[in-house]
């Protein structure tokens, strides 16, 4: 790499070129208590226990990386994910030096498909961080060098609609103009707590987040209320179950030719397979992009196949610390080619 021009070095460079010699790799319980708990349609959670990976490599450049634990969305719990991360962290301690796709590789193959997508996605981040260091080049440069920053909404998780009224409120005052709120748990409740939040912040806009709560029929009564009331949400994401295909598309449709809505893939979207049936299905117009569901080149892979579709792409997380959403925010800004929603 020596007298390469670091604006110019790309992640695809680094795959083909760096040599990656690992030193030590380990990992951790990242067990982090939450301020509230964080309730969506699926689960509900009251504190963080993910796993964190650190790698070494042999000029002493270290790199992090997260593997989050979400009941019913990641495959693993944390117990599966500790296991399996030490297994990926021993084939890099005893693998000899090797360029970096070489080596993405072999994580992949121990660590294949959405089964360990989480602890996969963790050891790539650890890498690929490692290496960024090693060459001194920031992460967001990697990915493309865009932008330095980016802007992003906030989460209201499912509460009453005087706790979601208190939130609004507070992101208010903090500058949040849109407001992510989970829904799809109860539908009348759903609908209260957006009355409740546009007393209190009647100019925020509105991301619908359902996790796959709704049948189609009742995103669609959704859509019909809030347009009655004059709100039209920026985005509505997941409204059903990740295998109705047949419901996504048909929520997609009505949301985009009657109420101007645009609807997005999450749950549904856990691979690059996934991703082109709904490319080519034409089932939502905006696709999810969690590292935790589908890797670090996973989501580079899907992220070009949107790119060369016309598809639009937003970039999520899954209860990480900065240490995961930290990576998700650098890829974000390198490539701007999220929609900031």
Known sequence: MAGSDPKKISIFDLMETFVVDVKRAENRPLNVPLIAPFTIASSRLDKVGNVAIRIELSDGCVGWGEAPILPFVTAEDQSTAMIKASEACELLKNSSSMKLGLVLERVSEILPGHEFASVRAGVEMALIDAVAKSISVPLWILFGGASDCITTDITIPIVTPAEAAELASKYRKQGFQTLKLKVGKNLREDIEVLQAIRAVHPDCLFILDANEGYKPEEAIEVLEKLHKMGVTPVLFEQPVHRDDWEGLGHVTHIARFKYGVSVAADESCRSLVDAKRIITGNLADVINIK????????????????????????????????????????????????QVY
Not at 305 to 311: E, Q
Not at 314 to 325: C, K, N, P
């Open 291 to 338: 590292l935790a569901k589908v890797g670090v080149v996973g989501g580079l892979e899907i992220i070009e196949l949107a790119r060369t579709s016309g598809l639009d792409l937003m970039i999520g997380g899954m209860v990480e610390t900065r240490l995961a959403m930290g990576f998700a925010g650098h890829l974000a800004a390198g490539l701007r080619l999220f």
